[in-house]
T-cell receptor, first 112, second 111 residues
Framework: DVKVTQSSRYLVKRTGEKVFLECVQD?????MFWYRQDPGLGLRLIYF???????EKGDIPEGYSVSREKKERFSLILESASTNQTSMYLC???????????FGQGTRLTVV | GQQVMQIPQYQHVQEGEDFTTYCNSS?????IQWYKQRPGGHPVFLIQ?????EVKKQKRLTFQFGEAKKNSSLHITATQTTDVGTYFC???????????FGGGTRLMVKP
């Protein structure tokens, strides 16, 4: 059974903290994605990685960075968390080419 | 701004009625995918369309990809309460690998 696992289901952080969201996939997929989901706005792409150490900015990269040191792991970093980054964060992976994306269960982050 | 638009944002239907959601892109899509997210869940892949004008069916669900590969639709015949959730389209723009989602259509079905 294919799996994308996000490190936390719920997270509460303080404004200004550095926050790490981790995502691991066990399908040997080349592509990995980080999205945030907000009511009425759907899924907005933050960053995309198509290979180890390779990344591309999505639609809303400001305030975020990513790290992909190993193929199976894709980390999203909030350098200095702000309240407007309170959201549901979804990680996904897919193999190269026009294939389906598999999603993790999501991390609901609250910044207070 | 968002390059893949979806309408309507919300739809309430009576069980047994039909439902359609529409997806439009400002640029040509290499392919279009559809996902369903149940309340409290994560998006789950339903189907992919690749060819211009393609139509695919899954039981009561019919998916279409426009001739110009800029629009798509999902039609559900005779909705059931199990159809409740948010339906997203997602496309790859300009032959890239980045997957861009529409805003989603939240379907609510009254029994």
């Amino acid at each position: 059974d294919v799996k994308v696992t996000q490190s936390s289901r719920y997270l509460v952080k303080r404004t200004g903290e550095k926050v790490f969201l981790e995502c691991v996939q066990d399908m040997d997929h080349e592509n990995m994605f980080w999205y945030r989901q907000d009511p009425g706005l759907g899924l907005r792409l933050i960053y995309f990685s198509y290979d180890v150490k390779m990344k591309e900015k999505g639609d809303i990269p400001e305030g975020y960075s990513v790290s992909r040191e190993k193929k199976e792991r894709f980390s999203l970093i909030l350098e200095s968390a702000s309240t407007n980054q309170t959201s549901m964060y979804l990680c996904a992976s897919s193999s190269r080419g026009y294939t389906e994306a598999f999603f993790g269960q999501g991390t609901r982050l609250t910044v207070v | 701004g968002q390059q893949v638009m979806q309408i309507p944002q919300y739809q309430h239907v009576q069980e047994g009625e039909d439902f359609t959601t529409y997806c439009n892109s400002s640029t040509t899509l290499s392919n279009i995918q559809w996902y369903k997210q149940r309340p409290g869940g994560h998006p789950v892949f339903l189907i992919q369309l690749v060819k211009s004008g393609e139509v695919k069916k899954q039981k009561r669900l019919t998916f279409q990809f426009g001739e110009a590969k800029k629009n798509s639709s999902l039609h559900i015949t005779a909705t059931q309460t199990t159809d409740v959730g948010t339906y997203f389209c997602a496309g790859r723009l300009n032959a890239g690998n980045m997957l861009t989602f529409g805003g989603g259509t939240r379907l609510m079905v009254k029994p």
